[in-house]
Nanobody, 125 residues
Framework: QVQLRESGGGLVPAGGSLSLSCAASALTISTYVMGWFRQAPGKEREFVAAISWGGGSTRYASSAEGRFTISRDNAKNTVFLQMNSLKPEDTAVYYC??????????????????WGQGTQVTVSS
């Protein structure tokens, strides 16, 4: 059974940092584009960042650009999201996802086949 398991969430003050991890099992992530999405209370799930199979190409939502960094370690079957300069509006449940979107669809949640259960990130003001 394919599993994506996120970890690293928590409570952090504004301006702080968190590092999220997503470990995959029964899935070889090297053949998938990996993405991070988030969903705040009362809002729709939104794209945060994505990384290509080999890690050579990354994409970010404008809200994450310059503050977040997505990376992957295919040997460890794990993808990461380093989040710096966190803001209260970054508060959300963060989800890891695996899929095969193309260049024009990397930010569409419908293009991702497998999803984790999510990890809560709370940024206090």
């Amino acid at each position: 059974q394919v599993q994506l398991r996120e970890s690293g969430g928590g409570l952090v003050p504004a301006g702080g940092s968190l590092s999220l991890s997503c470990a995959a099992s029964a899935l070889t992530i090297s053949t998938y584009v990996m993405g991070w999405f988030r969903q705040a209370p009362g809002k729709e799930r939104e794209f945060v960042a994505a990384i290509s199979w080999g890690g050579g190409s990354t994409r970010y939502a404008s809200s994450a650009e310059g503050r977040f960094t997505i990376s992957r370690d295919n040997a460890k079957n794990t993808v990461f999201l380093q989040m710096n300069s966190l803001k209260p509006e970054d508060t959300a449940v963060y989800y890891c996802a695996a899929g095969q979107p193309d260049y024009s669809t990397f930010d569409r949640s419908s293009m991702y086949y497998y999803w984790g259960q999510g990890t809560q990130v709370t940024v206090s003001s």
